[in-house]
């Protein structure tokens, strides 16, 4: 368990920058994995709560998030190796914060995503009266180990998955998925299944980076993206570090969000090939942004008069994600409530 700990703990600090700032919402996030690590350990699921201080990061990052914690005995006895046991434990998170009063509320058979590779877990008994639920024929033994604003930590029997030693060879293929019907599977779930844009990755890139308000305003919007852009193959999106005072109340967040998405992947050396002068079209399609070069080689591309600070900080074939300095002015639309 010690040298999982320490593989994990290592793992993930590689993603992180010493010395940024201490912001407000650094100091919450901090406080959210500390309270829920003392309730784990009370609970006895001494490694989870081990995991909360050393790399919270593993859980928390997505903007909701429930936790099935597995048994210390369980990892204890594990012969996978860290990297495997890692995959194991994104298996055992998903990505919506899911208290045992709504996990209850779920049909039986119906599917619910995780953090590991658009793997499912599925809600395979159900039982009201005793208020009982089992996911991938495992019992939640400890309900609402710890509630949260926006994460909710059970703890559970056994994994959801197998740890036999003997499919280490398949690597991340050793978690065994149930298939799900497409009717029992959440709705925001069949849609990303027609996007080949990996959403749910970008959204967690971007809040484990410290892009955590444009993340969450991503995460709001998202349902409306996918329904709109079905057929959407790729993205360039331009990250600022903070959305003003806008939140999912607002009538301009969908707006401000789509403006910061191109439908198309450009890398930062395509957007310099590119006229200056140029207006790509958004997600918002009466918006464009312009992107124009500088005299200043230092001070690189301009889009929309916003320097572009990080240029490809995130990509993959289907998506590439540009550092900004700060967000794109929107003008309010004519038929937008004030």
């Not at 089992?134 to 930590?153: A, C, D, M, Y």
């Not at 600022?240 to 198309?264: D, E, M």
Request: net charge negative; aromatic share 8%; hydrophobic share 40%.
């Amino acid at each position: 368990m010690s040298v999982v700990l320490a593989f994990i703990a290592i793992s993930t600090s590689l993603h992180s920058k010493p010395g940024d700032p201490i912001s407000p919402g650094k100091v919450a996030f901090h406080e959210l994995s500390l309270n829920a690590s003392k309730a784990l350990r009370r609970a006895g699921f001494n490694f989870t709560a081990t995991l909360f201080q050393v790399s919270p990061e593993i859980f928390l990052s997505s903007p909701n998030s429930t936790i099935f914690a597995i048994q210390d005995q369980v990892i204890s006895n594990s012969s996978l190796p860290p990297w495997l046991l890692k995959d194991l434990l994104q298996y055992h998170t998903c990505p919506l914060n899911l208290p045992m009063d709504e996990l209850l509320k779920k049909p039986q058979g119906s599917c619910l995503p995780t953090l590991h590779r658009k793997k499912n877990i599925a809600i395979t008994k159900i039982d009201l009266e005793e208020k009982s639920i089992e996911i991938n024929h495992v019992v939640v033994s400890h309900p609402n180990v710890f509630l949260g604003k926006t994460i909710s930590v059970h703890g559970v029997l056994e994994p959801f998955s197998s740890l036999d030693p003997q499919d280490v060879h398949q690597g991340w293929n050793i978690i065994q998925a149930p298939i799900c019907d497409s009717t029992s599977v959440l709705v925001s779930d069949v849609l990303e299944s027609k996007n080949m844009v990996e959403w749910s990755w970008i959204v967690r890139l971007l809040s484990s980076n410290g892009f955590i308000p444009f993340a969450i305003g991503l995460n709001s919007v998202l349902d409306g993206i996918l329904e709109d852009y079905r057929g959407l193959e790729s993205v360039t999106i331009f990250a600022p570090p903070s959305l003003s005072s806008l939140t999912s109340a607002s009538p301009l967040l969908k707006r401000t969000v789509r403006f910061h998405i191109l439908p198309q992947r450009l890398t930062y050396q395509e957007l310099a090939a590119l006229p200056s002068g140029m207006l790509l079209t958004t997600l918002s399609p009466d918006l464009h942004v312009e992107v124009r070069g500088t005299a200043s080689f230092e001070q690189g591309l301009v889009v929309n008069g916003v320097k572009i600070a990080a240029p490809d900080m995130f990509s993959s074939k289907n998506f590439t994600i540009h550092g900004i300095s700060r967000a794109f002015e929107v003008v309010q639309a004519p038929d937008t409530p004030v």
